[in-house]
């Protein structure tokens, strides 16, 4: 069993940054990759961006140049943080892990309201 908890989102002004952090079971941790997945309101899941069990990065050109993904290996833990935000940034914000291109397991998932 994986267990995949997302925490970090909230309500958030134009111009501020999101951080979120992804806690993944730590015995498969280190050979998963993970990524985070966003759904607005009436649209269709996207991708923001992935990081490797080696910790190379992917990002959407949505948030490219103002994102970073990263891993913390002692707390088996992703980040993602978003600079910037608009409100075109408002989503649920998911968190899914796999191994490869295998079926993977997803995070119940963390809303990020951009308003002032």
């Known amino acids: 069993q994986v267990q995949v908890m997302e925490s970090g989102g909230g309500l958030v002004q134009p111009g501020g940054s999101l951080r979120l952090s992804c806690q993944i079971s730590?015995?498969?941790?280190?050979?998963?990759?993970t990524d985070w997945f966003r759904q607005a309101p009436g649209k269709q899941r996207e991708l923001v961006a992935t990081?490797?069990?080696?910790?190379?990065?992917t990002y959407a050109d949505s948030v490219w140049g103002r994102s970073d993904i990263s891993r913390d290996d002692t707390n088996h833990t992703v980040w993602l943080r978003i600079d910037n935000l608009s409100p075109d940034d408002t989503a649920i914000y998911y968190c899914?892990?796999?191994?490869?291109?295998?079926?993977?397991?997803w995070g119940q998932g963390t809303l990020v309201t951009v308003s002032s």
């Open positions: 730590r015995h498969v941790f280190n050979i998963y990759t």
């Open positions: 899914y892990t796999r191994f490869g291109e295998s079926k993977g397991y």
């Open positions: 990081i490797s069990p080696r910790g190379r990065t």
